[in-house]
């Protein structure tokens, strides 16, 4: 194990005492899209399944991964290739909804049709800290890698809802009037708390005597969310920043 970590100390120690270039704190606001890795769908589907003993049939289902990211932070370059940064990210939210139809009860001038929607919404927010390693390619352009932790809260959101459409035509006049009814609706919100990994790589473009940075990264997050709660998946988050270096 000593044989493993001595390089790692050795390596760390050479990047802080290299000469400094461009060091000093910064900071960076950043907007990107997300990808959840997983979707647990087991509520929206159990619920569906009962609905579907109760006569509704399939009308639409959707499962989305898809999220916005928006990110805050503050860092310290210690030299060109030795960083930290802490800040705060929203990742988004991973949704799925299942819906149904079926006839309600008619009249001699009265139509209905019978909703049935199930949803479930995970987000994720929450701090991060992480070391950043660059290796500049150019004057202006620089690659790096990044890891560290993420403490993460999440929520999934889960609902139920059977509501009534009736549709009535006046025998008189003939005009047409719709109202809608709740039949029935239930509704749940589970949340937790943790701590997760950061990896994540990217390249950085600062114009030369600019005060300015501009970043492009990816990054995963592992395991946000727990399985026994909220459900739980790795996160891949996307994201464009516009960096202000106070030098």
Same mark, same amino acid.
């Given at each position: 194990?000593?044989?493993?970590?001595?390089?790692?100390?050795?390596?760390?120690?050479?990047?802080?005492?290299?000469?400094?270039?461009?060091?000093?704190?910064?900071?960076?606001?950043?907007?990107?899209?997300?990808?959840?890795?997983?979707?647990?769908?087991?509520?929206?589907?159990?619920?569906?399944?009962?609905?579907?003993?109760?006569?509704? %049939?399939?009308?639409?289902?959707?499962?989305?991964?898809? &999220?916005?990211?928006?990110?805050?932070?503050?860092?310290?370059?210690?030299?060109?290739?030795?960083?930290?940064?802490?800040?705060?990210?929203?990742?988004?939210? %991973?949704?799925?909804?299942?819906?149904?139809?079926?006839?309600?009860?008619?009249?001699?001038?009265?139509?209905?049709?019978?909703?049935?929607?199930?949803?479930?919404?995970?987000?994720?927010?929450?701090?991060?800290?992480?070391?950043?390693?660059?290796?500049?390619?150019?004057?202006?352009?620089?690659?790096?890698?990044?890891?560290?932790?993420?403490?993460?809260?999440?929520?999934?959101?889960?609902?139920?809802?059977?509501?009534?459409?009736?549709?009535?035509?006046?025998?008189?006049?003939?005009?047409?009037?719709?109202?809608?009814?709740?039949?029935?609706?239930?509704?749940?919100?589970?949340?937790?708390? &943790?701590?997760?990994?950061? *990896?994540?790589?990217?390249?950085?473009?600062?114009?030369?005597?600019?005060?300015?940075?501009?970043?492009?990264?990816?990054?995963?997050?592992?395991?946000?969310?727990?399985?026994?709660?909220? &459900?739980?998946?790795?996160?891949?988050?996307?994201?464009?920043?516009? *960096?202000?270096?106070?030098?």
């Amino acid at each position: 194990m000593k044989r493993e970590i001595a390089p790692l100390i050795f390596a760390l120690l050479f990047l802080f005492c290299l000469p400094a270039h461009a060091a000093g704190p910064y900071f960076s606001l950043g907007v990107g899209a997300s990808n959840f890795k997983t979707v647990d769908t087991t509520y929206v589907d159990t619920q569906f399944a009962i609905a579907q003993t109760q006569g509704f %049939s399939p009308s639409s289902s959707v499962t989305n991964t898809a &999220g916005g990211v928006g990110k805050l932070l503050a860092g310290y370059q210690f030299n060109k290739y030795l960083g930290i940064e802490g800040g705060y990210i929203g990742l988004g939210e %991973s949704n799925a909804m299942r819906e149904g139809m079926q006839p309600g009860p008619s009249g001699a001038n009265t139509t209905s049709e019978d909703t049935f929607t199930a949803r479930q919404v995970f987000d994720a927010t929450g701090a991060f800290l992480t070391a950043n390693a660059g290796l500049p390619i150019s004057s202006s352009f620089s690659i790096f890698a990044k890891g560290g932790v993420f403490r993460w809260h999440a929520e999934n959101n889960q609902s139920a809802l059977t509501k009534r459409t009736t549709t009535t035509t006046d025998p008189v006049t003939g005009k047409i009037s719709t109202s809608t009814t709740t039949l029935s609706s239930s509704s749940a919100m589970f949340s937790d708390s &943790g701590t997760a990994p950061i *990896i994540g790589a990217g390249i950085s473009y600062k114009p030369a005597d600019r005060p300015v940075t501009i970043r492009a990264e990816f990054e995963r997050f592992k395991k946000v969310g727990r399985n026994e709660t909220t &459900g739980e998946s790795d996160i891949d988050a996307f994201s464009i920043a516009l *960096i202000l270096n106070f030098l």
